[in-house]
């Protein structure tokens, strides 16, 4: 059974067809027990928005989910107690410590002191549990929201842009943290625009454009799902401008290393002879391992600038 299933989910904010805006479009996923899930897409894609629908503070407008195979509302109330959820921002009193905070948040579970450690330890946090909250990093922030989603010892943890301005240590960090916790049976739906983090924690990615689903599946699989080249040549204006014209380049962009172009087939000598009848002498070709990023990239090409804020 799915921990996690939308069928058709969907939200649109504003009542008048003309001014509304479509946030989340008939998605439709399961995360299933034990899976590290990454869920991606640029600002404005609806994963919040998703996320919301999911732990309750906003209602569907269509289709459906469930939660530990319930859907109903008596269902979804018992299931969130198995859940926990940390958003994008952490929400502490600054005047008091970091113990001091999660005794609020244990206070309000239900949850007794000693688990209070468990999870300070568990982020690293044990020998600054004393310090304001205030005088915290923002690495240590994010530790504590995450020691404070743990306190009721969920089964599905839910995270919102968990590393997000992090520096590179505390992305490990928090990295580290999520390997803990998968390693201890936990289920994790997390979502993130850190391409680069995602691919090295994730075991399942879905990833988001204007709302909907546009892949889906282990990161290996949305990786592996298309065929890449890398290629240079002396004049590589001309390069990109052929290749531009060429009908089974499904997209084109330069590289530190050259020009990579995505093909919709693996025929590369057929690449080749079109290039050469355009007059481009190729230097360089090499098939090249699609990163997670060169996957978004190409599938959400044109919607960085474009997408409103409602509909993050």
Request: proline share 4%.
């Amino acid at each position: 059974m799915p921990i996690i299933q939308t069928h058709e989910l969907t939200k649109r904010y504003g009542r008048r067809a003309a001014k509304s805006v479509l946030a989340v479009d008939q998605v439709s996923f399961a995360v299933e027990e034990g899976q590290v899930f990454g869920f991606l897409g640029p600002n404005g894609s609806g994963k919040t928005t998703t996320i919301g629908m999911l732990v309750g503070i906003i209602n569907p407008t269509g289709g459906s989910f469930q939660l530990f195979g319930a859907s109903d509302p008596k269902g979804l109330l018992a299931a969130r107690s198995r859940v926990g959820a940390t958003l994008e921002t952490p929400n502490f009193y600054p005047y008091m410590s970091g113990r001091d905070n999660l005794r609020i948040a244990a206070a309000i579970k239900g949850v007794g002191r000693p688990r209070i450690e468990e999870c300070l330890e568990l982020v690293g946090l044990a020998d600054r549990a004393k310090h304001r909250f205030a005088t915290y990093s923002l690495g240590m922030k994010q530790r504590l929201a995450l020691a404070a989603t743990m306190l009721n010892d969920p089964e599905l943890i839910i995270l919102d842009e968990p590393a997000n301005g992090l520096d590179p240590q505390g992305m490990r960090e928090i990295r580290e943290i999520i390997h803990i916790l998968a390693g201890r049976g936990k289920t994790i739906f997390l979502s993130s625009h850190l391409l680069w983090e995602v691919e090295r924690t994730c075991s399942h990615v879905a990833i988001v454009r204007k709302g909907r689903i546009v892949a889906s599946g282990t990161v290996e699989e949305v990786v592996s799902g298309g065929t890449s080249v890398l290629l240079r040549a002396a004049d590589e204006d001309a390069l990109v401008a052929a290749l531009e014209g060429y009908p089974e380049a499904t997209s084109v962009r330069r590289s530190d290393d050259g020009v990579l172009v995505s093909l919709g087939s693996d025929d590369f000598a057929a690449l080749n002879r079109y290039l050469a009848g355009q007059g481009i002498h190729l230097s360089h070709l090499a098939p090249h391992r699609q990163s997670l990023e060169d996957v978004f990239i190409d599938l959400t090409r044109g919607d960085f600038d474009s997408m409103t804020e409602i509909a993050s």
